[in-house]
C-alpha cells in the first residue's frame, strides 16, 4: 500500500515536470540541434554532431559559425553571381559568416608559454629560498663525525673489519702492502 | 551424445574453414590491388567535378582529403575550387586554400609557391583571392580568452 502510494507520488512529480524538459532527449538535442539557433548546417562534422570547432586537420565543420542575418543574406545573393564583382571586404565578410578563425589564426601561438615557465620560475626560487632559509634558521649543525678526522678514522675501521672483500670496498685494498691496489 | 557433439564440431570446424579461406582471398584482393598516385588524382578530381555535387559532399571529401598523409596534386585542388564555385560558396573555396596550404607542413617554402603557381589561372578564372592577397597568411584577429569573458 504504502509502496503503491509512493509511486503515484512520483509519477504524479514526474508529470508535472515533464512540460518544462521537453527538449531534453528529444531529436534535437542528441544532434545538438537545439542550440544552434538558425544557423546552417553545411556537413557531417564530428560524430554527426552539429557543433563548431576550428581545427587545422579537419577544416571545415558542421555548421557555419554565424546566424545568417540580412547583411550576410545580401551578401549571399551577390555571391552567387561573379565572384570577381565581390570586394575583398565582402569576402572577408563572407568566410567569417562561415568560420571563425582563419587557420593561420589557429596556429598563432599564443604565448602561454611564458606565463606557465614564470610560474615554474617563482615556484623553483620559493624552493631554493626555503631551504636556504632552513639550512640558516632550521636545521642544527652537521655532527661531528662529518669532519675529515671522524671520516678518515670510519674508512680505516671499514678497512679493519674487512667490509665487502670480493666487489666492495675492501676489495680494492692490497692487506700485504697495505695500500690501495692500483 | 558424443558423436553428435564431434560431428557438430567438424562441421561447424568445416564451415570456420571455409570462411576462413575466403576471407583471404579476399583480403589478398584488396592489397592486390593497390592504388597509383594518378588513379588516386582522377578518383578525387572526378569526385569535385561530378554534376550535382552539395556542400555537404565537397566538405566530406575535402576533410577527408585534408586528413590525410598528402599534399592535394593541384588538378585536385582545381576541381575543388571548381566545385565551390558551382556552390556558391567562396568561403569555403578560401577554407580549401588555407587547408592546402596547411597540408605542404615544412615543405611550406618549395611546396606552396608550386602549387600556387599551377592553380593562378583556376584562381584569376573564378575571382578567388589569394590566401596572402587576403591577409590570412597571418593571424588578422585575435580570440579573447573564454575565460577573460
Redesign the interface.
Known sequence: MALRLINSALRRQLAAQLPHNAQVGSVASVHTLDKIGKREV???GWNGTACYADR?????PAVRFREPNNEITAL?TK??G?????S?QE??A??R?????????V??GTGEWKMHLGIGLIFTAAAIWIAVLMNLFVYDELPVTFDEEHQKAQLKRMIDLEINPVTGLTSKWDYENNKWKN | MLRTTAGKLATAMRGTLGVTSSRVGAVRCLHGTEESAEEFDKRYEKYFSREGIDGWEIRKGMNDLLGMDVVPSPKIIESGLRACRRVNDIALAIRWLEGCKDKCGDHKATLYPYLLEKITPTLKELGVPTIEELGYDKPELALKSVFDM
Do not use: H
Open positions: 553545411v556537413g557531417f587545422a586537420d579537419y577544416p571545415m549571399r555571391e552567387q561573379d565572384w570577381k564583382k565581390l575583398p569576402i572577408k563572407l568566410y559568416a562561415s568560420f571563425c578563425q582563419t587557420i593561420a589564426e596556429q598563432a
